[in-house]
């Protein structure tokens, strides 16, 4: 049994602070509780007693015996004050009360979560609408008492908008198998929900609305755990800066990098929706909706320009559209008018009515070689529109299960009611056949193969590592100089090219000899990031007397433009032939700690911003997608006569990377950049590494 069963099926409930007035929270709740068929014990709780809506009301929470679910819903203050007692008496406590972090109370969140933990009981909230489970049944929210059952559940952390979600479901007929609202998450997160819905029988697809996520790590390996046949949607807020800003206020939470945020999802197969419309078109469509057995889309149409915009969108995401010629007369010529034409888009003609529409979907749905099918409808003037309603409703509940089919009518009203009443019967049905595409694009996208990949830890010298962190740390340093970042970055296994630290001008000479002509020159200092500001640095030194004039030159540059700046060197390093500059780095996100970040150097990554995401550590397989993601993969993979660039060697120096920092939790940010790729090989030019030194 999972340990939040108690909560989405509870024995007994608790409402503390019920209501006698009508259209107070408190009065709902009660109300929403009994309406929706709960089986359990109801306790009220109000200090004047009586009943209240036909139940008894015990005046102190003394008075009853344990639950499994308490629900607060007096003044934050109170709430506080009773959070001990309570305690002592629930399993879970939700608190629906406001006035908590959200508003800057964080001391008065803290102590409700400490009086649940002394108890052993955990709190939901609190700033939460509430729980609807249809395992219980028990709607305790209150928003809407009728919520209809079935497959989707719901987490959000909106709660305003979580309650506007219930009535949105109820609006397109979508079943809920529970709906979750986390609040301020004080105790209680989205990670343990999505823990309970993915063993949750009754839960096929789940839709979440996210502001911030303080544990994005633990949220990546939870959803690394989910059983294939779970499907989740996401919508994230936050995606401007005006929106980051209004989440920090609304739930007191951070909302991290949208970028960062995009590649998690695309990296743990989360479907990221970013509209509320576009959210409640895929999770209906993969609630109701079998897996695609193959690619093989048909579009069938009674309007030449609706097909049209159809393939259009077909070809936009990437959806096949089947094209054998034959096999399609084959199949519709006894439903295909002389001018109709069997080229996908099938196009029944104007003259299409229900008969052609049912005889042309009974062939898509029989025959094996189509595995989905778009089924569009243009209004005629002078259509029996109530018949074609009943066909398509009867038509496809007659296959339903068999194969993906969804509708797209377009016109007036006729074709509204249509689309509702085939929403009523939860059929994927749509006013725009953009949308319609998109869902059978996500649903496809959704039932993926997905190649798990293990993470192999790879040979490094982490005493070597760990004695160059220590070091910096010991001196209170929280910038490592180049020299360092290299020397590390040679112990994970990374090509870097030989380089010495010079003191003076006679070993500048040594090492350069030591390396072998031509050689770069550059000052190594912690004060001075960008070196070339301030002229620190020369290149191509091809012989002893040119690295001597480049030391004093660097030294009085230095001396010049960063006069206080304390110079640890020259450093000596091996000048490399010209290749297809490259950025590898690393940072630390708030919501998922370690993130790793590849693009092409130059104007790719400062100009374009043409850089892909993944949360550390990956596979080599993710770090290959990360590679293959950029606009810019062609010049990798060899262009107008260019030859192909070792890919191998960029994977695998991302991938070394990852288990760096996520094994070194004190490398706050890392960069090499340029990393050199050559047809063969890939080498570290300069390195840059920053530590988190503890105050």
């Known amino acids: 049994m999972h340990p939040l069963e108690s909560l989405f099926n509870p024995q007994s409930v608790a409402v503390i602070g019920a209501s006698h007035h009508e ?30 809506l036909g139940l008894p009301v015990y005046k102190s929470i003394d008075d009853i015996p344990s639950v499994d679910v308490a629900v607060i819903v007096v003044p934050a203050k109170i709430a506080v004050e009773m959070a001990d ?18 508003i800057g109370n964080i001391d008065m969140e803290q102590k409700l979560v400490e009086s649940a933990r002394k108890h052993g009981s955990r709190i939901l909230g609190p700033n939460v609408f509430g729980i609807f489970s249809s395992k219980a049944p028990i709607n305790a929210t209150f928003g809407p008492a009728e919520i209809k059952k079935g497959n989707i559940g719901v987490i959000s952390q909106s709660g305003a908008l979580g309650i506007a979600m219930i009535g949105k479901a109820a609006e397109d007929n979508l079943g809920l198998s529970a709906i979750v609202s986390i609040g301020n998450k004080a105790d209680l997160s989205e990670v343990e929900i999505l823990s309970y819905l993915f063993q949750d029988e009754l839960t096929k697809v789940i839709f979440m609305y996210i502001e911030g996520l303080e ?12 059983p294939e046949e779970k499907k989740i949607i996401a919508l994230k807020a936050g995606r401007s800066r005006a929106g980051a800003r209004a989440v920090a206020s609304h739930t007191g939470s951070l909302a991290g990098s949208d970028e960062i945020f995009d590649a998690a999802f695309r990296q743990a197969g989360i479907l990221r929706a970013d509209s509320l419309e576009d959210a409640f078109n895929w999770v209906a469509t ?9 690619e093989n889309v048909v579009i069938i149409t009674n309007g030449g320009g609706l097909g049209v915009i159809a393939a259009d969108a077909c070809e936009k995401y990437g959806l096949k559209l089947y094209d054998d010629m034959e096999m399609l007369q084959k199949i519709f010529e006894d439903v295909m008018p002389e001018f109709g034409s069997y080229k996908n888009p099938v196009d029944l003609t104007g003259q299409a009515g229900a008969r052609e529409y049912e005889l042309a979907l009974r062939r898509a749905f029989e025959n094996d070689a189509i595995h989905a099918i778009l089924a569009l409808y243009c209004e005629r003037g002078d259509a029996e529109l ?9 038509v496809h509940k007659e296959y339903e299960g068999k194969k993906p089919a969804l509708y797209a009518l377009f016109g007036g009203e006729g074709t509204t009611k249509i689309v509702t009443e085939m929403k009523k019967d939860r059929i994927p049905a749509f006013y725009e056949v953009e949308d319609a595409v998109s869902s059978l694009h996500v649903l496809y996208k959704a039932y993926e193969k997905r190649e798990e990949e293990e993470i192999e830890d790879i040979e490094m010298d982490d005493d070597a590592i760990r004695k160059i962190i220590d070091a910096a740390i010991n001196e209170g340093r929280s910038r490592l ?5 290299k020397e590390i970055l040679l112990h994970a296994g990374l090509d870097v090219p030989p380089f010495r630290l010079a003191g003076n001008i006679d070993e500048a000479i040594e090492y350069a000899n030591e390396i072998g002509y031509p050689v770069a020159m550059k000052v190594v200092s912690e004060d001075i990031i960008h070196k070339t500001d301030v002229g620190g640095v020369v290149l191509n030194v091809e012989n002893d007397e040119e690295a001597i004039d480049a030391y004093e030159l660097i030294m009085k ?5 960063a006069r206080r700046a304390r110079i640890e060197g020259i450093e000596i390093t091996k000048m490399l032939p010209p290749g297809t500059e490259t950025i590898v780095g690393a940072t630390t996100d708030a919501s998922f700690g370690k993130v790793l970040m590849f693009g092409l150097g130059g104007i790719y990554v400062e100009v374009l911003k043409d850089v892909s995401f993944r949360i550390a550590p990956i596979s080599k397989k993710e770090a290959e997608k990360m590679v293959r993601e950029i606009d810019s993969y062609p010049i990798l993979a060899g262009i107008r006569g260019e030859k192909r660039k070792d890919i191998n060697a960029i994977i695998d120096s991302i991938y ?14 890392l960069d090499i950049n340029p990393l050199i790729v050559y047809e063969k090989g890939a080498k570290v030019v300069d390195a840059r590494i920053m530590i988190k030194v503890k105050k």
Do not use: D, Q, W
């Open 85 to 102: 007692k309570v305690a002592s008496k629930a399993k879970y406590i939700i608190v629906i009360t406001s006035g908590f972090s959200e």
């Open 656 to 669: 070394r990377i990852g288990i760096l920092v996520n094994k070194f939790g004190e490398i706050s940010e």
């Open 557 to 561: 540059n230095c001396h010049m433009h």
């Open 215 to 226: 544990n994005g790590h633990e949220f990546m390996e939870i959803v690394k755990k989910k």
């Open 481 to 485: 100089l180049s020299h360092e970042a």
């Open 286 to 294: 993969i609630a109701a909706s079998p897996p695609p057995k193959g």
């Open 386 to 394: 109530e018949s074609l309603m009943n066909t398509l409703i009867r």
């Open 23 to 52: 259209g107070k929270i408190g009065n709902i709740v009660v109300h929403n509780i009994i309406v929706s068929g709960y089986k359990g014990k109801i306790y009220l709780i109000n200090p004047k007693g009586g009943k209240i």
